[in-house]
């Protein structure tokens, strides 16, 4: 089987990873990396690419920043020639970013098949561009990798048929049980620049933060500023800052105190070094709502709501909102939970990959 595997954005790196090397481990598929160049940046990209002991992009596209439209048409029109000039068997698709949807429009009519990696997850948000991204991309996929119970319920809800849907567990946390194999059994985290600073502040809260609804937003930047600043009044916080985030802190001249650190943007490995023995996790990520329910590490999630409700049911995850009353109470109820009493949901085990490709193998000529 001949395979494109597409990534754009950060947080797809870490779940084509484990699909990757998976796929090394196998004598009948072909699988290429497809790099759309949504971000570039050396720090968002390349030593993602390196941590994750990625091999460089066999493909990269180059599409960039712009709106919504012109970056997504940029990716649409290069992944078009691309797939044109090589006819790939199946594309895999990771996620929800623009890089997710721009490919799997264009596979879907060169009738190419389509997989879904991270298929049916739903916040019943239109005002994300994620959620529109995530059910375009499902209502045009032939599989549907699924992390979760939620994601099989909106699927089946929404009328895809019952036999493309595959709960498989989660990529992503193939990657997490992998990264942190090898940071335990590295040469010690002391090679971090963050090391001293972790070595100084035990009790460390840990914040990512990039959405457009929290960050574009002069107003609710400073609301939930106004909150992290007495949190940080409680526990020094480490925030590695996303570029659109750093972006606004310029532009609306948002105050963080000095107990709020700001970092550059880290690689995976050092971003786990941190959050994973963090006090408790701040965040509007996706993907860090379920790899701190993953490890069992307190989370508030900055948002009204979330795709991922799994974590949020029998994790750590608590939604603290976006107002700084809400986030104040979130961080009480957060710091009273014990995360011995968290549990990790079903199939996050560290053998999604190999799951998704005994059903991508086993159902080739099929679909
Ligand atoms: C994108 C994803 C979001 C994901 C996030 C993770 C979409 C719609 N959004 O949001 O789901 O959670 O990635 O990071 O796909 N920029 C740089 N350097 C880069 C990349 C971006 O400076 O390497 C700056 C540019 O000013 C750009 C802005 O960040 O305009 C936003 O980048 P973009 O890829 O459009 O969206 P993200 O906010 O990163």
Known sequence: MNMFLVAGARPNFMKIAPIYREAGRRDNISCRIVHTGQHYDYEMSQAFFKDLA??????????GSGTHAMQTARIMTSFEELCQKQSPDLIIVVGDVNSTLACSIV??????????????????????????????????????????????????????????????????????????????????????????????HPEYAFLTMHRPANVDSKESFAEIAEALNIIAQDRPILFPVHPRTHKMIREHGIELCENIVQLPPLPFSESLFLWKDAAVVLTDSGGLQEETTALKVRCLTLRENTERPITVRIGSNVLGGTKKESILS????????????????????????SRILDILVSSAGKI
Not at 54 to 63: G, V
């Open 54 to 63: 990625l091999p460089e992009p066999d493909y990269f596209l180059n599409a």
């Open 107 to 200: 596979a879907k009519k060169l009738m190419i098949r389509v997989a879904h990696v991270e298929a049916g997850l739903r916040s019943f948000d239109m005002s994300m561009p994620e959620e529109i991204n995530r059910i375009v991309t499902d209502s045009i996929s032939d599989y549907f990798f699924v992390t979760e119970e939620s994601g099989e319920e909106n699927l089946i809800r929404e009328g895809k048929p019952r036999d493309r849907i595959h709960f498989v567990g989660h990529v992503m946390i193939d990657n997490l049980f992998h990264q942190l194999g090898e940071l335990e059994s590295g040469d010690g985290s002391t090679r971090f620049s963050t090391y001293p600073l972790k070595e100084k």
């Open 330 to 353: 979130a961080y009480r109820k957060c710091m009273q939970a014990d995360p011995g009493s968290f549990s990790v949901p079903l199939k996050w085990d560290g053998k999604a990959a």
